[in-house]
């Protein structure tokens, strides 16, 4: 029972260290480090009018590892910060099953492997961090989504305005 308590605080511990602000760095310096960090993994992060056929901000494509980031967002620094670490969870997903592997993973499983978190524990923790202004968006964007994808999209909305928790993940995942 101690040990198994113990477990439980430690893994929470971790969360909670992943969970701590970034550094007070400004909008833009925190968004050119995680694409810097972003391009020493060697994703090519490319610039476009739009990225994708809709209006889409943004998109990872975890086959070829290349990012696409909309021009539109520079004019919004946290906006483009939020949209750049929703990406980049996205790319943590991907290093979980291997950078170079045409598929992905998910937080969620990483989580119950190394943590020790039972599922329900980590709906709770994406569930205190999902912004409740957009969970009606998504739930739009995930609904016609197979189970995993689902996943990684609610764990990507979820985090995105966590960029010192990804900047770990990223750190120590990939």
């Known amino acids: 029972m101690c040990l198994a308590f113990a477990r439980l605080f430690l893994a929470f511990a971790l969360l909670a260290a992943w969970a701590t602000p970034a550094r007070a760095t400004s909008l833009s310096g925190r968004t050119d480090r995680l694409i810097d960090r972003l391009e020493q993994l060697g994703v090519v992060i490319d610039r476009l009018e739009r990225?994708?056929?809709?209006?889409?901000?943004?998109?990872?494509n975890m086959g070829v590892n290349r990012l696409?980031?909309?021009q539109g967002l520079r004019d919004q620094p946290g906006l483009q910060l939020d949209v750049l670490t929703h990406e980049a969870i996205h790319v943590v997903q991907?290093?979980?099953d291997?950078?170079?592997?045409?598929?992905?993973?998910?937080?969620?499983l990483m989580l119950q492997a190394q943590g020790g978190f039972s599922s329900a524990q980590v709906d709770r923790f994406l569930a205190h961090?999902?912004?409740?202004?957009t969970a009606a968006h998504v739930l739009t964007v995930t609904q016609s989504l197979g189970p995993l994808q689902r996943q990684r999209e609610v764990e990507a909305y979820a985090l995105q305005s966590q960029s010192g928790m990804v900047e770990s993940l990223l750190a120590r995942h990939c």
């Not at 990225?51 to 901000?57: F, H, K, V």
């Not at 291997?98 to 969620?108: A, D, M, V």
């Not at 961090?129 to 202004?133: N, P, T």
């Open 68 to 70: 696409c980031l909309s």
């Open 94 to 96: 991907d290093c979980l």
């Open 98 to 108: 291997g950078l170079e592997t045409p598929s992905s993973s998910t937080i969620s």
């Open 129 to 133: 961090h999902l912004d409740r202004s």
């Open 51 to 60: 990225c994708g056929p809709g209006l889409e901000r943004a998109a990872y």
